[in-house]
């Protein structure tokens, strides 16, 4: 990940450890996935203790969440990023640094 910003220059890491909080924001994605794919799998297919559908369930959500987490990972950097700048559609137009 760059260190500043190639158009106008912000800075990305804000202070010491300030990505940690991205942890919490992944988190909140990977939850709101994992209610969809139950919805969905229960919509579609049924959910039931008596056949062991949520165990399938389970194996196919944890594999899901294991091979979308490196966009989670990113995606919930810029969300966490967006808490604390903003943009500004003046910067757009600034030449290439």
Not at 27 to 54: C, K, M, Q, R
Request: glycine share 8%.
């Amino acid at each position: 990940m760059h260190e500043h910003c190639p158009v106008c220059g912000q800075k990305y890491e804000l202070e010491t450890g300030f990505w940690f909080g991205t942890g919490y924001v992944s988190y909140a994605l990977g939850v709101a996935f994992s209610v969809a794919t139950i919805i969905a799998y229960w919509v579609f297919f049924g959910l039931s203790w008596e056949d062991n559908s949520v165990f399938i369930w389970l194996g196919i959500n944890g594999v899901l969440l294991v091979l979308l987490q490196p966009w989670l990972m990113r995606i919930s950097r810029v969300i966490y990023l967006y808490f604390f700048v903003y943009y500004d559609e003046s910067t757009a137009e600034l030449p290439d640094k």
